[in-house]
């Protein structure tokens, strides 16, 4: 029988940091495919900002490995990502660090939860978005601008067949690595 090393409480900081490696490439990569796909098919970067890739991953690693693992890759990946690709765009930079931040220390804070894993996902999407618009109220306020607001709308809009693939993919992808270490 082999051993699960995901169920254990507190997971080594050799599996974190793995975790953690895993999910920002692929926090970094997904994206660019999603990109690839979007100039292929002439839509551009629009299937990056509706699928919204760079989520899951941060996600996928906070449900299964814990805040650390998660929540540092969260707010380095679109520092990285940026480094190597330009996006995301300058002025989103810091409102993504700061959202996906909080999406993989909220996963991984849940966890333990005994929650359904889409509970999960749902209470994560909504702490990440709550932080982001506070984070970009706060920031247009403090530089006197009235985009605040509106920027926050049109990303959730923009972002709604994101927040339900995530609803179908994170659940599914969690309980077919949690059922193969078993």
């Given at each position: 029988?082999?051993?699960?090393?995901?169920?254990?409480?507190?997971?080594?900081?050799?599996?974190?940091?793995?975790?953690?490696?895993?999910?920002v490439v692929s926090a970094v990569?997904?994206?660019?495919?999603?990109?690839?796909?979007?100039?292929?098919?002439?839509?551009?970067?629009?299937?990056?900002?509706?699928?919204?890739p760079m989520h899951l991953p941060?996600?996928?690693?906070?449900?299964?490995?814990?805040?650390?693992?998660?929540?540092?890759?969260?707010?380095?990946?679109?520092?990285?990502?940026?480094?190597?690709?330009?996006?995301?765009?300058?002025?989103?930079?810091?409102?993504?660090?700061?959202?996906?931040?909080?999406?993989?220390?909220?996963?991984?804070?849940?966890?333990?939860?005994?929650?359904?894993?889409?509970?999960?996902?749902?209470?994560?999407?909504?702490?990440?978005?709550?932080?982001?618009?506070a984070a970009i109220v706060i920031?247009?306020?403090?530089?006197?601008?009235?985009?605040?607001?509106?920027?926050?709308?049109?990303?959730?809009?923009?972002?709604?067949?994101?927040?339900?693939?995530?609803?179908?993919?994170?659940?599914?992808?969690?309980?077919?690595?949690?059922?193969?270490?078993?």
């Amino acid at each position: 029988m082999r051993e699960n090393i995901l169920d254990s409480k507190k997971l080594s900081v050799k599996v974190q940091t793995l975790a953690g490696l895993i999910a920002v490439v692929s926090a970094v990569a997904l994206p660019q495919l999603f990109h690839l796909m979007g100039a292929a098919s002439g839509l551009g970067t629009a299937l990056g900002e509706t699928f919204l890739p760079m989520h899951l991953p941060i996600i996928i690693a906070g449900l299964l490995c814990g805040p650390y693992a998660a929540g540092i890759p969260g707010a380095a990946a679109p520092l990285l990502s940026f480094w190597l690709t330009g996006m995301p765009r300058i002025a989103m930079l810091p409102f993504m660090c700061i959202e996906l931040c909080v999406y993989g220390i909220a996963a991984g804070v849940l966890r333990g939860s005994k929650l359904p894993t889409l509970v999960k996902v749902i209470i994560v999407q909504l702490a990440g978005r709550a932080v982001r618009a506070a984070a970009i109220v706060i920031g247009a306020n403090f530089f006197g601008s009235a985009i605040g607001v509106p920027v926050i709308w049109t990303s959730i809009a923009a972002g709604i067949f994101g927040i339900a693939l995530q609803w179908a993919l994170i659940p599914l992808v969690i309980y077919r690595i949690q059922g193969q270490q078993k």
